[in-house]
């Protein structure tokens, strides 16, 4: 095992917090959160800002475990060498199949959603698979072009996004009604025996990969050096933005489509047009249906990149593949040709997919940080015989729930209508 790091020669000046926690707040915020209203319907707004809590802070737990890890090595070591160093070849293996098989996952998801807001806006003849293959090519060639290309239209979109964001609420709320935050209507709802809270086991998978930025924890070790309280900084900042950001949209739709509108949304496949539809058949007006269409498509947009991005990287390093022009083809193909025609044949799998990649993250993201950080807190503790600390077993104890929110997580997605549909969804 590498020893713990020295500043970095030649630095002189450490970046600022506020930088970090945009890197941190913008991996995060992404089109994973138009799907949170949709699936979150059936809790409704007590239990659904409970999730968001506990999501919130699980997520952090995980991240700074991976912190933990990574600062035992030098500035610059990635998350396969630390797992691989701590926990074997073998849980080295499964997190890399999980990182891989989420990147997909979230590409298919990214590219089917693209499609279907593209033919919603525009209104366009062709087939939404025909429109899905289109999005996603123009945007894998954008990614093999450069990386310097992805940067900086990422800057572009995010900021547009931001200003689509607060228009499109702003013009989502005079349909907005506070009553139906705690009381939802019923009168057009089928019968539903089944408690609120029933609907919560199926949701966690959703809101677990929608904070899910944790392969990005080696890059700010990379970017600050080992200054572990200003990185703890820059992770907490960031995904508190996003939890709010995340907060505003959900008791936003709830308070506009209700939630019958909702199940209705997730009836008919759960597709971002689908959201965009009943939002403009609620609250008619020129400009709110293409404001909304655009805060959807460029958080899709910024999402895909980002995503695309890392599994280009990603495919190139465990292929082999080289970065000359023959190299990147290579790549671009691995990378982009299955989620791409599987966005072209199988649509509407928006939800479906983003529930996936739930699954594979709570195993790379949440599981095997936990396992590391347990391992590490056992050998330090392995020859003791005092009594631990308060805070060493305060320590234990937010393992093992990290770890347990975890494995439930990725259960509770086996368990969902799209593998063996036991647990009850809101649709």
């Keep these: 095992m590498n020893k713990p790091s020295a500043p970095l020669p030649g630095q002189t000046a450490t970046p600022s917090v506020l930088g970090g926690t945009m890197i941190v707040a913008g991996t995060v915020i992404g089109a994973g959160m138009l799907t949170l209203p949709i699936i979150a319907a059936g809790m409704w707004t007590g239990w659904t800002l409970a999730v968001l809590v506990l999501s919130f802070f699980m997520m952090r737990a995980s991240a700074l475990m991976i912190l933990r890890a990574n600062l035992r090595y030098r500035p610059g ?133 929608s904070f899910c930025f944790h ?19 820059c992770i907490f900042y960031g995904l508190l933005i996003a939890a709010l950001f995340y907060a505003v949209w959900i008791l936003i739709g709830f308070g506009v489509l209700g939630r019958d509108g909702l199940q209705s949304v997730y009836a008919q496949g759960g597709n971002i047009s689908h959201y965009l539809a009943a939002v403009e058949s609620v609250q008619a007006g020129a400009w709110l249906g293409p404001v909304v269409s655009i805060f959807a498509f460029l958080a899709v947009v910024t999402s895909f990149l980002g995503a695309g991005l890392g599994l280009f990287d990603y495919i190139a390093d465990v292929c082999g593949f080289d970065d000359r022009l023959l190299g990147r083809v290579k790549t671009a193909l691995v990378a982009f040709a299955p989620p791409v025609l599987a966005g072209t044949f199988f649509p509407d799998g928006f939800i479906m997919a983003i529930g996936f990649a739930g ?69």
């Design 215 to 233: 392969a990005s924890v080696p890059s700010l070790v990379k970017y600050y050096g080992p200054d572990q309280p200003r990185i703890a900084r």
């Design 359 to 427: 699954f594979a993250a709570a195993i790379w993201s949440v599981i095997i940080p936990a396992l590391m950080d347990w391992k590490h807190a056992r050998a330090v503790t392995q020859d003791q015989t005092r009594l631990l600390s308060f805070g060493a077993r305060a320590q234990r104890l937010l393992i093992g729930v990290v770890l347990v929110y975890g494995v439930l997580a990725a259960g509770f997605h086996l368990l969902s209508p799209d593998v063996l549909d036991i647990l009850p969804v809101y649709r």
């Design 77 to 209: 070591a990635s998350f396969d060498t630390v797992v691989r160093d701590t926990l074997g070849r073998g849980w080295n293996l499964l997190n890399g199949l999980s990182v891989g098989f989420v990147l997909y996952m979230l590409m298919y998801a990214y590219t089917s959603g693209g499609g279907a807001t593209l033919q919603h806006s525009l209104g366009l003849p062709w087939p939404q698979g025909l429109v899905s293959l289109g999005f996603g090519v123009l945007l894998a060639c954008c990614i093999f072009w450069s990386t310097r290309a992805v940067d900086r239209l990422s800057v572009i979109l995010m900021a547009g996004m931001v200003l689509a964001f607060v228009v499109a609420l702003s013009g989502m709320l005079p349909a907005f009604q506070w009553d139906r935050l705690l009381n939802p209507p019923t009168s057009t709802e089928p019968v539903d025996t089944l408690p609120k809270v029933a609907y919560l086991l199926a949701t966690l998978p959703y809101f677990l990969t």
